[in-house]
């Protein structure tokens, strides 16, 4: 695979670290999946192709799940303490490879350095939580109130899982769904975007060397998700789907899902809103802001989408934002410098264009556009939109990009009727000085997450997940735990039960 890499003479790093990369790999061995084609990754930054990997087919996922099905009932036997020991030497394994794996999301997903190593150590945290949470105790005894039966629920992994992830944080992402998986005692076949395989590639091989058995863990990359997944979610082997990415697609799953009433966890599209009230810290709710919009450049489900700005602070609010965003140095995630990397690839550009010019048209003013490199990449400049109204396109669809929108409102009904104007309800941001408004407010705000003078809601210890539209089930936490795990309950003759029960 070497020899298929192409890459600037001066990045040692990027490609050492593309090297290392296994090109794919199923079942009981590091065996690569039956000959077929090679789906090819780029570089965001410059447009050019940077490795191969594997591309499997249905064939090939069946026989993933076929080792899952086979590992699984073994591990699931597994003492809880020695899938925690596993998960943390995991975790000490991506810490000594942070460079290496931040090196491949930089180069696949295009984020800068900086941003791909908070990305390693973010995914290295959900590993580490879930080597604590798997010795914690789950389940529960009680009484039946009559005292007859003695009740003992007894959590059991749910056995073989499909783990669908997306490209913008495919290490964390993964992280977030394989290492529950594992510390329930779940085996689970892990395939990633075909944008952004490689780090996931990395971090199983990281996992099996760990000391996850072979075939607990399998990796499938493919060019053809769709066809891939529904054999997959057919198979009767296969015990839950848990999906991160868009809602459409989500709704596709649900429906495949369906027909087996198959487990399902859905984290899906965002469409979050920001609020900032009169009273709010002007500085803060700037700070909060870049936050909430720019990390991964936008490329976020809990990114801001929507501004909402009361009339009395949004002047000097668009103003100071729209200086922030103009000081942001766009190019290539590596180099030394640079905030903000390009976007994954054109169609990511050309949805950003779409949606700030559909908003100009409706009135919107461009009030920030920050200079972009010449030459290849798929840069987007950052962009502030002022009086954006309620029916431009970028008020319902995710921009995924860096463009900040903002509307503004006078009252707090107001202000919250737009917020809920949408199908979406993963997260939601509340700037104000006033406690009692953002615990009222907070209440009201459909949305699964609410950041009240913060702009930024993802914690490994937080239960991460929407409402309505923005999907079903949560990560993180010990409630992200509780997806992978069923419950059996078993009924015992309580101490006062009558000699011979009833
Ligand atoms: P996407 O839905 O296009 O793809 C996500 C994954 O699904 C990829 O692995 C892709 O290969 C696979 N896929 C595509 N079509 C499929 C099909 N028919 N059957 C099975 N799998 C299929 O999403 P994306 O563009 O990769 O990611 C961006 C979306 O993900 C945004 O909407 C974003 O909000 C969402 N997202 C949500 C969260 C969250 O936690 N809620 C986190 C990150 C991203």
Redesign the pocket.
């Known amino acids: 695979m070497t020899d298929q890499l192409q890459v600037r003479p001066a990045q040692k790093d990027a490609k050492e670290a593309l090297a290392s990369v296994p090109s794919g790999f199923l079942a009981d061995s590091w065996r690569a999946p039956a000959p077929g084609g090679v789906l090819t990754v780029e570089d965001p930054a410059t447009g050019e192709a940077i490795a191969t990997v594997a591309d499997c087919t249905e064939e090939d996922a069946l026989a993933a799940l076929g080792a899952a099905a086979t590992a699984g009932p073994a591990w699931a036997l597994t003492s809880p303490r020695e899938r925690a020991d596993t998960l943390h030497r995991l975790v000490a394994s991506m810490h000594a490879h942070r460079e290496r794996l931040a090196w491949l999301l930089t180069l696949e997903v295009g984020k800068t350095l900086a941003e791909a190593r908070g990305e390693v150590d973010y995914a290295a945290d959900y590993v580490r939580w879930y080597a604590e949470e798997a010795v914690r105790p789950h389940g529960r005894s009680t009484v039946a109130p009559d005292g007859r039966s003695h009740i003992l629920t007894v959590a059991e992994p749910v056995g073989p899982c499909l783990l669908?992830?997306?490209?913008?944080?495919p290490l964390a992402?993964a992280a977030r769904k394989v290492a529950p998986a594992l510390a329930a005692g779940c085996s689970a076949i892990l395939?990633?975007?075909?944008?952004t395989p490689l780090s996931s590639l990395v971090f199983a091989e990281l996992a099996l060397a760990a000391g996850v058995p072979a075939g607990v863990l399998t990796v499938v990359t493919?060019s053809a998700?769709?066809g891939?997944?529904?054999r997959l979610i057919a198979d009767e082997r296969l015990r839950k789907v848990s999906?991160?990415?868009?809602?459409?697609?989500?709704r596709?799953?649900l429906q495949?899902a369906g027909q087996r009433v198959l487990r399902v966890s859905?984290?899906?599209?965002?469409n979050a809103p920001f609020l900032v009230f009169d009273d709010a810290d002007l500085e803060l709710a700037v700070h909060e802001a870049m936050i909430a919009k720019m990390r991964m450049g936008g490329?976020?489900?809990?990114a801001a989408n929507r501004f909402l700005v009361q009339d009395g602070i949004a002047d000097r609010f668009t103003a100071a934002l729209a200086e922030r965003m103009t000081a942001i140095r766009v190019g290539p995630g590596w180099e030394d410098g640079v905030d903000l990397g390009p976007l994954v690839d054109a169609r990511a550009v050309a949805k950003a264009a779409r949606l700030v010019e559909d908003a100009r048209e409706r009135g919107a003013t461009v009030v920030a556009r920050a200079p972009v490199p010449d030459g290849p990449g798929w840069y987007f400049p950052p962009t502030v939109l002022d009086h954006v109204p309620a029916d431009a396109a970028i008020c319902s669809e995710?921009v995924?990009g860096p463009v900040a929108a903002i509307s503004r409102f006078s009252t707090e009904d107001e202000a919250l009727a737009r917020a809920n104007d949408t199908e979406h309800g993963?997260a939601a941001y509340v700037l104000t000085s006033d406690f009692d408004r953002a615990r009222r407010v907070a209440g009201r705000l459909q949305s699964g997450m609410v950041g009240i003078n913060r702009g930024l809601v993802s914690n490994v210890a937080a239960p991460?997940?929407?409402i309505k539209q923005?999907?079903l089930g949560r990560?993180g936490g010990p409630e992200g735990l509780h997806e992978y795990q069923q419950f059996k309950y078993l009924s015992m003759p309580g101490f006062h039960a009558p000699a011979g029960g009833a």
């Open positions: 669908i992830t997306p490209w913008n944080v992402m395939k990633p975007a075909e944008l493919t998700p769709a891939v997944c529904a999906f991160t990415g868009s809602t459409p697609v989500g596709i799953l495949q859905m984290e899906l599209g965002g490329q976020s489900c809990v995710e995924f993963l991460f997940g929407g923005s999907g990560e």
